[in-house]
């Protein structure tokens, strides 16, 4: 996450480095790769107190639908079945 931050804020340098550069670095603006369901398990373990997607959501998918340098979200249900996104 920290060196695609670092490519993304390079990329917005348009003024100190050359062209090539930033157009290649921007590429990180949104091509972000996902977590492993494992690794989102984990945190939302950590989150919440032990409980894993399953205890805490009626519904979770396990592709994200967008990917982000420090996140992703996710589509889940709450278990009174309000669609919510998770980040």
């Not at 996450?1 to 993304?8: A, L, R, S, V």
């Not at 996710?74 to 980040?87: D, F, N, S, W």
């Given at each position: 996450?920290?060196?695609?931050?670092?490519?993304?804020f390079?990329?917005?340098?348009?003024?100190?480095?050359?062209?090539?550069?930033?157009?290649?670095?921007?590429?990180?603006?949104?091509?972000?790769?996902?977590?492993?369901?494992?690794?989102?398990?984990?945190?939302?373990r950590?989150?919440?107190?032990?409980?894993?997607?399953?205890?805490?959501?009626?519904?979770?998918?396990?592709?994200?639908?967008?990917?982000?340098s420090?996140?992703?979200v996710?589509?889940?249900?709450?278990?009174?079945?309000?669609?919510?996104?998770?980040?």
């Open positions: 996450g920290i060196y695609i931050k670092i490519g993304q390079l990329g917005l340098m348009d003024h100190i480095l050359p062209e090539e550069y930033v157009s290649a670095l921007r590429d990180s603006f949104d091509a972000c790769p996902p977590s492993s369901l494992d690794d989102v398990v984990e945190v939302l950590e989150e919440f107190g032990g409980q894993g997607p399953e205890d805490v959501f009626e519904t979770f998918d396990p592709e994200p639908i967008a990917s982000a420090l996140a992703q996710h589509r889940a249900t709450l278990l009174g079945g309000e669609p919510v996104a998770v980040k």
